[in-house]
């Protein structure tokens, strides 16, 4: 009797533990089949085309097709650039997007790393394969390559975007200032849509050549200027009080920003509008302005 009790207690235990490794194996697969569905990808892009000594920046991106519902990405490593070097970075960001395709709301999920680099010789520079571990799993980007060419030497090119509708200027008060005789840097946007936020701004200033202040612009509001046939609202969105502290060339590095759009549809699907928070979107918009050369002097 003892024996069959036990005989049917071992079938039991297997059984059950049998059903705790199909349960378990179909989690697995379940997850993994979650993963494939919504794969991130791990590109890098850059210029195809560069003049020595200018800045321009490189940047990692990791994509999901949808936002998963958690993300962890680790160990971003970049091998050496040679013939490059690193002004900045790397600076970290990330954005969702919202986008109608065939009917279906896609809510598409970036994180991006920028680094700002300045070519320091003519010529082919390779930039190596980078990896990153994403959700536990290591990721490649793909080689590249830039093209840098002599200062002015920029091929045109072929492609010809349209103006945009958003950019930005920075102004100073004087390009021959005196050491330690404050110059005012003014940086304004323009734009023809309305501009919800700013984000991601970096600018190279050096400590080493100036001392920095900023200057209060609470207050401070949007005013309309005509400008290249088309009327622009425009506001001042950085203002500093620069004091050069040494005599000679002094960079005041190019300004990258991110600007989130408001670009209103005329779509009346009311499931769509839900996502695009009813008649607009938001929509980022990278933009860049030159940077300014000083001389100071004695």
């Not at 919504?38 to 850059?46: I, Y």
């Not at 830039?146 to 958003?166: I, R, T």
Request: glycine share 4%; aromatic share 8%; charged share 20%.
């Amino acid at each position: 009797m003892m024996d069959k009790l036990s005989v049917h207690a071992k079938k039991t235990f297997l059984s059950q533990r049998l059903i705790a490794w199909v349960c378990c194996l179909c989690a697995i697969g379940t997850a993994a089949k979650a993963y494939a569905n919504n794969d991130p990808t791990f590109t890098v892009s850059a210029p195809e085309n560069i003049e020595i000594n200018k800045q321009f920046r490189l940047t990692f991106i990791v994509s999901f097709p949808e936002k998963p519902a958690t993300v962890e990405i680790q160990n971003l490593a970049v091998p050496e650039l040679k013939g490059l070097k690193v002004l900045l970075g790397p600076t970290k960001s990330s954005a969702t997007n919202v986008e109608k395709v065939d009917g279906e709301i896609n809510r598409k999920y970036q994180e991006s790393y920028t680094y700002v680099l300045q070519a320091l010789q003519v010529g082919r520079c390779s930039i190596p394969s980078a990896s990153i571990v994403v959700n536990g799993h290591q990721l490649h980007s793909q080689q590249l390559a830039v093209n840098v060419v002599p200062d002015g030497k920029l091929p045109p090119s072929s492609d010809p975007q349209p103006k945009p509708d958003v950019f930005m200027t920075m102004n100073v008060s004087e390009r021959s200032p005196r050491i330690n005789e404050p110059v005012v840097l003014e940086c304004k946007l323009y734009t023809t849509s309305l501009a919800d936020s700013l984000a991601n701004m970096e600018q190279l200033i050096s400590s080493d050549d100036f001392k920095i202040e900023p200057i209060d612009l609470r207050g401070s509001a949007w005013q309309i200027e005509h400008r290249n046939g088309k009327n622009y609202q425009v506001a001042v969105f950085r203002k500093l009080l620069l004091y050069p502290l040494r005599a000679g060339e002094l960079r005041i590095g190019d300004l990258y920003m991110d600007v989130y759009i408001r670009r209103y549809n005329l779509s009346s699907d009311p499931f769509e509008a839900f996502f695009e928070d009813g008649n607009h979107q938001f929509v980022k918009q990278r933009v860049n302005c030159q940077g300014i050369t000083l001389h100071a002097h004695e």
